[in-house]
């Protein structure tokens, strides 16, 4: 069995500060992680792995920097990483990134492919079920559970006030949830390898049949027409008084914005 | 030369971070309270494959080096100095001997399991008699048959009660001095051999720290690690590599103090201003920055040496002599930061101020390091 999992580099979020003139990240000295939806993702194919000794094969669409996700994805126990890259695909939305992801994986041998729901940067949610569309495949959204069940998969599959257990044929997409398990941490033994021994193979243009129209920059379809910063709210004021003092503190307040 | 890690070593670094931060300090401050080992964390760290990091594939290690190991050290004794002493006693004084004189049949038997995270080691060389002077043992080792018989006991063994496999140290032929002592592997379970009590002490307390004893304790004569009469050697060679990893922890707990102290003083304030403000404080934390990273520069160089040059114990002196003078300096420092709350165990500062102590005492005391570079110098 074939696993294709697609993982993204992003800013983690945890660390991001917004520049509070501009209302955008500010991504400088910000460290890169693998973004938490695709590394439960990675150790749902990692449990098929142990159990089935599938073949957990890991891509990412990115800047070279990116190889340092695939590193990770190694030292966590994939069998072989692809690093898509190059000038002509950057700039990319979700058309142009999944059809470019659906090329590259269109390579490869696969039964399940399993992306993040969401990337924390992006935040579309639309990359996945794209993915699938290309590629022809159904798709299952929100997964909380995934088992392979002979050649079908069992996901379990997450709402807000509900979930569906759904039973799909293989080859189908999958996404994935970080509510999905704790992803294993790298054996110190894996890091080693995943540097000294393996390969991250890199896949430029050439390498990827998909149309110039449908990638990068100029095969994107969707266009910004206005970018602004949603207001920051100032952070309240906390008055640790008793009763009657906020009481009066509260008046004095809309009484100096003549709200009284 | 290159003041730079290594991509692998980076990645290792954030890994180990991660680990620490997500799964050994949480509960730190309890184990310390408790003085409760950590066996979960124990658990985590052999599953994770942090026991056999410096050792190769051949025998189920991870194949890694001694820098790796060093950052493993570091990093889990920055918030816990306990979790780091355990992983350090069983790999560089419980696996290493094994794996640099023992047999293929001792690897086997023994390094694996050690290695691949099944079983925890220990080593036992001090002996209530017998402490600097390690050469004065009085634990004795007869053969008999097939089988060596020990009798004696050693005190303040680290690790003792949890771990499976024990280096032991015994005279095979007191009219030979040092040249008639032997290295034995003990086996927890061996019939004639208990644990005693565990020590209560004032740092690193989740840290199991026992006796050993040996009544009439019968182990078959494949169990002498190396040559009769090459104990010593083994021991003082063992503890050559033992330093790197207590200097490794000295830093962690070094580093710990100093970050720990960084986020303090720009919290706490006093005279309307956060404490950071003050010019003491400031001068403060840069005398204990460079002193933590003068620390580490011979810490990672000592790593660098073993993996690099014959001989290293001049390295390994210096580096835990260093390390453990700046940790107990640094520590001490940190709690002057803060003030009476640094007193008070809710603070981790506390406890890595009891913690710092240890380092310039066990492996060798930071009078033994003297020793050690000195006669290098001089010779
Ligand atoms: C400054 C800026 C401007 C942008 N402008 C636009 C825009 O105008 N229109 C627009 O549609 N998008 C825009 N984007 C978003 C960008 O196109 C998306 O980051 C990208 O298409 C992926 O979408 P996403 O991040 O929303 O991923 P999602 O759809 O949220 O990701 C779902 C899953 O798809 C997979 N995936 C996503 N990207 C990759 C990848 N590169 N490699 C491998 N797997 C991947 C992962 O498994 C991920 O969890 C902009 C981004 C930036 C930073
Ligand atoms: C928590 C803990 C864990 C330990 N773990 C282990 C372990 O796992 N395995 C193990 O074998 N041992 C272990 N030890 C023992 C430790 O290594 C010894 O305590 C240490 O070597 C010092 O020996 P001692 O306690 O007998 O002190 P002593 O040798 O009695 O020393 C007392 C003082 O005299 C000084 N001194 C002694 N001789 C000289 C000299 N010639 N010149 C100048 N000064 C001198 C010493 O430096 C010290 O300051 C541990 C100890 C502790 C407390």
Redesign the pocket.
């Known amino acids: 069995m074939n696993i294709v999992v697609c993982v993204k580099q992003v800013p983690d979020t945890n660390e991001v500060r917004i520049d509070p003139v501009k209302g955008t990240l500010i991504r400088e000295g910000v460290p890169s992680i693998m973004n938490p939806d695709d590394k439960a993702g990675l150790e749902a194919a990692l449990r098929i792995k142990d159990k089935t000794g599938a073949k957990v094969s890991v891509i990412t669409m990115g800047p070279l920097q990116a190889e340092e996700i695939l590193r990770e994805a190694l030292a966590m126990g994939a069998d072989d990483v692809y690093l898509v890259t190059d000038r002509a695909f950057g700039g990319a939305d979700t058309w142009a990134t999944s059809s470019t992801l659906a090329g590259a994986i269109s390579k490869l041998d696969y039964d399940l492919i399993i992306t993040g729901r969401q990337a924390i940067d992006g935040d579309t949610a639309q990359v996945g079920p794209e993915t699938a569309e290309h590629l022809d495949l159904p798709n299952i959204s929100y997964a909380q559970e995934i088992e392979v069940d002979g050649d079908e998969v069992v996901v379990l599959r997450q709402y807000d006030d509900r979930s569906h257990r759904v039973r799909a044929k293989l080859p189908v997409l999958v996404t994935a949830l970080s509510e999905l398990n704790k992803p294993r941490y790298m054996t110190p033994g894996g890091i080693f390898d995943a540097y000294r021994e393996k390969e991250v193979v890199q896949w430029v243009r050439e390498d990827i049949p998909v149309e110039d129209e449908n990638i990068g920059l100029s095969g994107s379809p969707t266009r910004v027409s206005k970018s602004f910063p949603k207001a920051v709210k100032e952070p309240g004021m906390k008055i640790e008084e008793g009763v009657e003092e906020s009481v009066q503190f509260i008046v004095d307040k809309l009484k100096e914005t003549y709200i009284l | 030369m290159d003041f730079k890690l290594k991509q692998e070593h980076l990645m290792a670094q954030k890994l180990f971070r991660d680990f620490a931060v997500n799964e050994v300090e949480p509960i730190a401050q309890e184990i310390d309270e408790n003085h409760r080992f950590p066996e979960e964390t124990l658990e985590k760290m052999q599953k994770n494959g942090f026991l056999g990091i410096p050792f190769a594939k051949e025998f189920g290690g991870q194949g890694c080096d001694t820098l790796t190991y060093v950052l493993a050290i570091e990093e889990i004794s920055k918030v816990c100095a306990t979790t780091g002493v355990i992983l350090s006693?069983h790999t560089s004084?419980g696996a290493a001997p094994i794996n640099d004189l023992g047999t293929p049949e001792q690897k086997e038997k023994f390094l694996r399991p050690l290695i691949s995270g099944e079983k925890l080691g220990?080593?036992?060389?001090?002996e209530p008699e017998a402490?600097?002077?390690a050469a004065g043992q009085q634990t004795t080792a007869k053969l008999d048959g097939d089988e060596y018989v020990l009798n004696g006991s050693?005190i303040?063994?680290?690790n003792a009660g949890p771990a499976d496999t024990y280096i032991v140290f015994a005279m095979t032929d007191k009219s030979q001095g040092t040249r008639g002592i032997s290295a034995f592997i003990v086996e927890k379970g061996t019939p004639g051999f208990e644990t005693g009590h565990k020590e209560m002490?004032m740092g690193?307390r989740g840290s199991a720290?026992r006796e050993l004893v040996f009544t009439d304790c019968r182990i078959p004569k494949e169990n002498l690690l190396g040559r009769e009469g090459r104990g010593f050697g083994i021991a003082m060679g063992t503890l050559d590599g033992g330093r790197i990893g207590i200097a490794a922890q000295a830093l962690g707990i070094a580093q710990g103090a100093l970050d720990k102290s960084i986020a303090y003083v720009k919290e706490r304030k006093q005279f309307g201003r956060p404490i950071a403000n003050f010019q003491n404080t400031q001068f403060t934390l840069a005398t204990m920055a460079t002193e933590v990273e003068s620390a580490r520069m011979l810490v990672y160089k000592a790593a660098v040496a073993k993996d690099t040059q014959r001989r290293y114990s001049y390295e390994a002196a210096m580096a835990k002599l260093k390390a453990s003078e700046v940790a107990s300096f640094v520590t001490n420092r940190a709690v002057q930061l803060h003030g009476g709350y640094g007193y008070i165990q809710d603070y981790d500062v506390e406890r890595m101020m009891r913690d710092a102590k240890?380092t310039e005492?066990?492996?060798?005391?930071s009078?033994?390091m003297r020793m050690v570079i000195s006669g290098t110098i001089l010779n």
């Open positions: 006693a004084l220990a080593f036992g060389l001090t402490g600097t002077d050693k303040f063994i680290t002490k690193i720290t240890i005492i066990y492996e060798g005391t009078e033994v």
